[in-house]
């Protein structure tokens, strides 16, 4: 007997709804954020650049409208730890979604 569950069809639209949700990206601080991999990525090495550079009082970063938007060090942890947040949300709902018996 095949397990429904855990189909590879159900894993395949779990993962595209993921995929759209990271592609739709994010609004925080009155901005629409892009949270694809690449801008997590880099979201998450200048925070780290943050923690270990105390110098940096401003960060300079696009939003995904391609406008440039001049946040405090504060506002950019804020922001990272907001993308993490909401990536950390999605990506538990895809698995739920695989999970999740018919």
């Known amino acids: 007997m095949k397990i429904r569950h855990n189909s590879p069809e159900r894993r395949a639209r ?3 709804g993921r995929d759209r ?3 739709a990206g994010m609004e925080w601080g009155g901005h629409h954020w892009q949270i694809d991999a690449s ?7 200048r925070a780290l ?3 270990l550079d105390p110098g940096i009082t401003t960060v300079e970063w696009r939003n995904q409208g391609n406008t ?7 506002q950019f942890q ?6 993490d ?3 950390e949300q999605i990506q538990r709902h895809c698995w739920s ?6």
């Open 39 to 45: 801008s997590r990525a880099a979201i998450a090495s």
């Open 21 to 23: 949700a990271f592609a």
């Open 97 to 102: 979604q695989k999970d999740a018996t018919p």
């Open 68 to 74: 440039e938007v001049r946040l405090s060090r504060e």
């Open 14 to 16: 779990a993962n595209q």
């Open 49 to 51: 650049r943050l923690m």
């Open 78 to 83: 804020q922001l990272a730890l907001a993308v």
């Open 85 to 87: 947040a909401h990536c």
